[in-house]
């Protein structure tokens, strides 16, 4: 069982590392990590290259998170499809080509793979960014669903086990939402 628990998270990683946002930035002429807030993830390519971009990003991103979770899960149950996913944030927060930094924040990968993970939570979440996009706008509304998933897996997926992999997974995008805004703070400092 270690050993597939090993492999899921094998897996995952370099799945996580695919540049989803160069490779769609390229398609338009546009590298998303030299301009805009210069983060290869789906919201700086809305903002680049339109809502079309970002949202094949956004899905793109999704995919390989879920995609990461499900191969997991299939080698070594949940246990293996939470490692796997976990592997996948990591490696498109730190890509191995970057030398491991300068990577995108894993919102919409976390996503994909919570959504293999734990389904119900997920449409709970969903539908809270559905309901907020209009008064809100798309971008705050998936901010505000990603915020809003710890409170419906709780609720709806009260495993214990499974909210200690929720928290590593919340201390990953904190960290590297604090990464992101300690680089852009030096990016933007004078001289």
Known sequence: MAARLVLSALIGYPLGAIPFAVLVGRLL???????????????NLWRLGGARAG????ALDAG?????????????????????????MAGHAWPP?????????AVATFLGA??????????????????AAAPLGILRAVALGTVA???????????????????????LLLVRVLERRRQDASSAAPG
Request: aromatic share 10%.
């Open 97 to 105: 080509w970057t030398g491991f930094r300068g990577g995108g924040r």
């Open 64 to 88: 390989k998170g879920a995609l990461a979770a499900g191969v997991g899960t299939a080698l070594a149950g949940w246990w293996g499809g939470a490692l796997a996913g976990l592997a996948a």
């Open 149 to 171: 998933y710890p409170a419906a897996f709780a609720v709806l997926a009260p495993d214990p086990r499974r909210l200690v992999v929720l928290g590593f997974a919340y201390l």
């Open 55 to 58: 949202l094949a990003t956004f």
């Open 29 to 43: 002429a546009v590298d998303p990590r030299e301009r805009g807030e210069r983060n290869p993830g789906a919201w």
């Open 114 to 131: 919570a959504a293999v993970l734990a389904p119900l939570a997920s449409l709970v979440a969903l539908a809270v960014m559905a309901v």
